[in-house]
């Protein structure tokens, strides 16, 4: 399997980007999309996941600000980031896991895409 993430790029402080992320080579449903990102200098760290049935969770520092969602047909998931600024300057990682029971797995990651948000 093979997570292709897109969409990141330079922006300005305020403005807007959108990820996409793409599951290959698997006919499997994921029942949790994650995207993670890794900060110049921290450790990567949750950005937003979403169940299949479409439940959300955010992390607190970009609630209001950005949106994560899904196309479970195309086996897809994006994360609409808006108001950006530039402490989200980072790596960003799509996942592809499972959640069940009241747990989160992780699973395969993508190569990861770049977004840098300058003042």
């Known amino acids: 399997v093979q997570l292709q993430a897109s969409g990141g790029g330079s922006a300005q402080a305020g403005e807007s980007l959108r990820l996409s992320c793409e599951v290959l080579?698997?006919?499997?449903?994921?029942?949790?999309m994650s995207w993670y990102r890794q900060r110049p200098g921290k450790e990567r760290e949750l950005v937003a996941d979403i169940t299949y049935r479409g439940v959300t969770d955010y992390a607190d520092a970009v609630k209001g600000r950005f949106v994560i969602d899904r196309d479970n047909a195309k086996n897809e998931a994006s994360l609409q980031m808006s108001d950006l600024k530039p402490e989200d300057t980072a790596v960003y990682y799509c996942?592809?896991?499972?959640?069940?029971?009241?747990?989160?797995?992780?699973?395969?990651w993508g190569k990861g895409t770049v977004v840098t948000v300058s003042s």
């Open positions: 996942n592809a896991g499972y959640a069940g029971g009241g747990e989160k797995v992780l699973g395969p």
């Open positions: 080579g698997s006919p499997n449903i994921y029942s949790l």
